[in-house]
């Protein structure tokens, strides 16, 4: 066997695709045409070159259950025996006994028929997606098979129930039943909640008595209309592109679709994202318009330190380091503090802020220094001196050296 691998036919009409792993050892691939044969060598040698090892007798129950172990210490105790248990219940009595690398999405689909079938609702077999699927993924990662049979496989699709809601003669009728009653407070505190909650949109509240109520009917959130064909340019244009900030791309792509009239849900499963968040950008553009589409202001961590300090810490530099030797009144030299440093340095910099009650650290010091442009090490010129013992140096080498002149041969 060379090690490209090698194909050959056997007795019994067989093609036998033959080569060794990445850890040497030999193995076999059977296919019914040479052409197959081929390219299932093909397939396993690019396996064999990326590092892929086939795991032969690793079986979707093993992995999934070494995998939660290695998941213990990653996520909530809760989460994770929600997810051992929907593993444990729901994937290995029907998939449990596959082959990892056998895996295929029919047999995925097939498990999520029978769930259907026992009764699961769509909502619960859509996390055991979720969550098998991440499974998947990571053995991809581990290189314990090549692709992962749940890309090509969707979770079942929801079905939304529509909500029955109460008219404003049966929410009349209701409270008249309750008046005078010992939870009359009771559902007047819940229809109050229900009131100033984000779920339910209400046009008209009636009175507390419904004596001359209002009509109620729930509203269907969506964006405003543009108030000109400017700001309808602009937001089409800024969902569009490419170069903009991604988080005015984001919400403007809200807009324009609410525009489309596509409802929150479908929003949210366009783009990826959760419901409330459209519902919270489309509130905001509503209100703001266009202004609305940027990050509130005051977002982000405000700064630990005030314009004040800061200028304190750009102009101390500038003062004489405690340590440092200046003529006293009798000519003496002397120090402020002759343990301190006589020059400044970043860690004598942040010692001397912190005195003064500035909490910083000497990384920070020297962000703010190099931002602002000053330096804190003063350069000294040695070449004069007022010392009279101080010997001048000699006259400095040439800037070039001299061309040797050849010997004539």
């Known amino acids: 066997m060379t090690a490209e691998g090698s194909v ?3 007795k019994d009409g067989r093609w036998v695709a033959q080569y060794g792993d990445a850890r040497g050892k030999v193995r076999y691939v059977y296919r019914k ?6 390219k299932a060598l093909r397939e396993a040698l690019q396996d064999r070159d990326e590092g892929y090892v086939p795991a032969d007798k690793l079986t979707v129950g093993l992995y999934v259950e070494g995998w939660m172990e290695d998941r213990r210490d990653t996520v909530g105790a809760r989460t994770w025996r929600v997810q051992e248990s929907m593993l444990r219940n729901r994937v290995n009595p029907y998939v449990g006994d596959v082959r990892l690398r056998k895996l295929a999405p029919a047999d995925v689909r ?3 028929r029978r769930l259907l079938s026992d009764g699961l609702t769509p909502s619960t077999v859509g996390r055991v997606h979720a969550i098998l699927k991440q499974a998947m993924r990571d053995a991809v990662r581990d290189k314990h098979i090549r692709d992962s049979p749940l890309e090509d496989v969707k979770a079942p699709k929801l079905e939304r129930k529509e909500k029955n809601i109460l008219t404003p003669d049966e929410l009349r009728r209701l409270l008249e039943t309750v008046r005078g009653g010992r939870f009359e407070g009771v559902f007047y505190l819940c229809l109050l909640m229900l ?3 984000k779920a339910v949109y209400i046009s008209a509240w009636p009175n507390h008595r419904m004596g001359k109520g209002e009509e109620i009917m729930p509203k269907l959130l969506c964006a405003r209309a543009p108030e000109d064909t400017e700001e309808e340019r602009k937001i089409r244009k800024l969902a569009n592109s490419r170069h903009a900030p ?13 525009w489309q009239g596509l409802r929150t849900t479908r929003i949210a499963e366009e783009l990826g994202c959760h419901s409330k ?3 919270k950008h489309l509130h905001r553009f509503n209100a703001l318009g266009i202004d609305g589409l940027g990050d509130r202001p005051g977002a982000g961590r405000k700064p630990r330190l005030t314009e004040l300090e800061r200028s304190w810490i750009i102009a101390l530099p500038r003062m004489e380091p405690p340590g440092r ?3 006293g009144g009798g000519g003496e030299l002397e120090a402020f503090d002759e343990e301190r440093e006589a020059h400044w340095t970043l860690d004598a910099l942040a010692v001397a802020a912190q005195q003064r009650g500035i909490k910083v650290s000497r990384s920070q010091i020297r962000r703010i220094l190099l931002r602002e442009g000053v ?3 003063n350069t000294r010129l040695w070449a004069e001196s007022e010392d009279p013992e101080f010997v001048p140096k000699e006259p400095g080498s040439s800037y070039s050296t001299p061309t040797r002149q050849r010997a004539p041969r």
């Open 33 to 38: 045409t040479r052409g197959e044969a081929k």
């Open 246 to 258: 991604a988080d005015w791309i984001f919400r403007a792509r809200i807009v324009s679709l609410s």
């Open 110 to 112: 097939g498990m999520y």
């Open 8 to 10: 050959y036919r056997r």
């Open 325 to 327: 030797l200046v003529r």
């Open 277 to 279: 968040t459209v519902r």
């Open 195 to 197: 009131r100033s909650s």
């Open 375 to 377: 330096r804190w090490r």
